[in-house]
């Protein structure tokens, strides 16, 4: 059975405009990674609100784990382009936000958010404040706080953008092992084919709306830096290039 099921989606910002989707069919088992590629404006950040049930679709229907998406999940989780990390609080007090929005911090709580600094390297900067924090360093705060309500579905869109390439590779290493560790099922935006090739299950390309291309990624996994120089993984990438060229690939 699929754990996020999204069947004949489609969607308008305004009515009697033209659709931003057009009847999107995806499917995603549970403790898989998908990546959607796509250019500028295809759709696919939509699509993740969609997802997440922060927008309503016009047609068709999403269901997480068989029940119908009507509104955002305490299931899951949310890391976007940005950190959106409040300056004026400590790593330590952005990452208990979440929690302290719903009810009482407790020490469990506490526990838990230095145990997650701790598997990103942060754990000794749990007083300084977003400023004093690199962008790389601010990323990786917002995704172990995306794990502190222990989600089951994690949706990510774009959030190693703006980072260097180093970092950026660090950062996937990171994703990879901690949605292992806790067997997250994962949607995650990017631009880059490199990224989507190397994190996911499956990789799809969106284009005007819709669902253009997808095909399964079978690296082994963990993943390693040498799988990014294999023939394998080359032959993905170009695949998935063709089809935002929209080429027959």
Not at 166 to 171: A, G
């Amino acid at each position: 059975m699929s754990f996020l099921t999204i069947e004949d989606v489609t969607y308008s910002y305004q009515q009697g405009k033209d659709p931003v989707l057009r009847r999107i069919n995806w499917e995603i088992k549970e403790g898989e990674f998908h990546c959607l590629l796509g250019k500028s404006g295809c759709g696919k950040t939509t699509l993740l609100k969609l997802a997440a049930g922060l927008l309503s679709s016009d047609q068709g229907r999403i269901r997480l784990q068989g029940k119908e998406v009507v509104k955002p999940s305490p299931q899951c989780g949310f890391v976007f382009q940005t950190p959106n990390l409040l300056e004026w609080k400590t790593v330590m007090e952005n990452m208990l936000l979440p929690i302290k929005l719903k009810r009482k911090v407790t020490k469990e709580d506490k526990n838990q958010a230095l145990e997650l600094l701790e598997l990103v390297g942060l754990e000794s900067y749990r007083e300084r404040y977003p400023l004093q924090l690199s962008g790389g360093q601010q990323s990786r705060v917002a995704l172990a706080r995306a794990l502190i309500q222990k989600p089951s579905l994690l949706f990510l869109d774009e959030p190693f953008a703006s980072l260097d390439a180093i970092t950026r590779e660090e950062l996937q290493d990171d994703l990879l092992r901690m949605c292992h560790m806790h067997n997250i099922t994962v949607l995650f935006i990017t631009h880059d084919i490199a990224e989507a090739v190397y994190l996911s299950d499956v990789a799809a390309v969106m284009a005007q709306g819709e669902i253009v291309y997808q095909t399964p990624v079978k690296l082994e996994r963990p993943r390693t830096m040498s799988m990014r120089y294999e023939p394998y993984f080359n032959e993905i990438c170009l695949s998935l290039r063709q089809a935002m060229n929209g080429e027959q690939s």
